[in-house]
């Protein structure tokens, strides 16, 4: 059996990262980081977002989840080199690409937390949204915005369809040949995604 150094029993799988001035999207299942396709989206489970306090820093992340959205714990007191709170509000939710891997998404930056609240806002008002389906979202656009002393970026986004949530144990499927454009429909079977 092989080894490698720097990884923990803990690991959780595939991640997504996100460069919020490039507006590019990755998700690491393992190796190197591989683009995601914003044009295919990629499934969020938005009714099951989760916060609390995380902290990222080089080789290190660490989640402290709170008991709901309306239910924060104490902030943890540790701070960083700089001397700056090492937590911040954060989240993590479930993610699926276009060939069916699931992914984690945490992120606790201002742009990616607003991004997550406005997804959500949207998301919750849909019929579909009630009936148990997830989003499959396209990012469109990161627009830098002033926020105190600093710049973030504000995430423009689309839903592009709702399909029914993938069961974790769902292998991944070969992308399908491609055939005759058919028309979309607004809501769609997990199958139409890719899984």
Known sequence: MPISFGESSDASGAYIRV????????????????AIDM???????????????????????????WPSP????QKPTETDAEGKPAYKQGFDVDCWMSDGTKAQFSN????????????????????????????VVSVTTSTPVVVGKGTSYDLG??????????????PPKPEPVPTAAAPVASVVDADDFGF
């Open 39 to 65: 044009a295919k989206g990629i499934a969020i489970d938005i009714a099951n977002v989760k916060f609390g306090w995380l902290k990222i820093a080089v080789g290190t992340r660490d989640w402290q989840e």
């Open 70 to 73: 309306s239910q924060a714990t």
């Open 19 to 34: 460069n919020l001035p490039q507006n590019r999207w990755t998700v690491n299942k393992g190796g190197d980081p591989e």
């Open 108 to 135: 606790n930056s201002y742009g990616t937390g607003q991004f997550i609240a406005k997804l959500y806002n949207q998301a919750e008002n849909a019929p579909e949204f009630a009936q148990g389906m997830v989003p």
């Open 157 to 170: 986004f689309t839903i592009a369809k709702w399909i029914a949530k993938p069961a974790d144990s769902t």
